[in-house]
């Protein structure tokens, strides 16, 4: 999968985004703020994210990934108390996969272990985990609020 340009490119240089593909863009945008919020990414810029030639995105640099600090484990990184705002505003994740919600709330310490193995020390798994708990609560509530076919799909 080769990428075409950045979203800093497409920012810069006033690259339309095809009307066919701006719901799906829309939907990998709140896509890339839950799964930000999960493993505590407050890293990410239009320069790292990529697409390709049909507007699928690449997430690349993790690097400011897994924090485990009280600030990164009272609040997510995105949402309605996000740390992260624009404008003064929160930057929302609107909808979400019910596959991903699904594989959120199935995540313990042990697979999460199994995956990284040594790269990522207990404490960083276990603020992944403490995310995990915030990012469901977040969810239910837009659910509970607007409905879930509203947030789901």
Same mark, same amino acid.
């Given at each position: 999968m080769e990428?075409?340009?950045?979203?800093?490119?497409?920012?810069?240089k006033k690259i339309g985004i095809p009307r066919s593909k701006f719901h799906n863009k829309q939907n990998m945008k709140y896509l890339t703020r839950a799964f930000d919020s999960l $493993?505590?990414?407050d890293?990410?810029? =239009? =320069?790292? $994210?990529?697409?390709? /030639?049909?507007w699928r995105m690449i997430l690349i640099d993790h690097s400011r990934s897994f924090r485990s600090s009280k600030k990164y484990t009272k609040k997510l990184m995105y949402? *309605?108390?996000?740390?992260?705002k624009a404008g003064g505003r929160p930057m929302l994740f609107k909808r979400?996969?019910? *596959?991903?919600?699904? /594989?959120v709330k199935a995540l313990n310490y042990d697979d999460i272990k199994n995956a990284v193995g040594p790269y990522l020390k207990d404490k960083e798994i276990k603020a992944i985990l403490l995310r995990k708990e915030l990012l469901l609560k977040? $969810?239910?509530?837009?659910?509970?609020e607007q409905g879930e076919d509203k947030v789901l799909y």
């Open positions: 990428s075409e340009f950045s979203g800093l490119t497409v920012f810069e $493993i505590g990414n890293d990410r810029t =239009q =320069q790292n $994210i990529l697409y390709t /030639k049909d949402g *309605a108390k996000g740390l992260k979400l996969p019910r *596959a991903f919600v699904e /594989k977040e $969810i239910e509530k837009m659910v509970k």
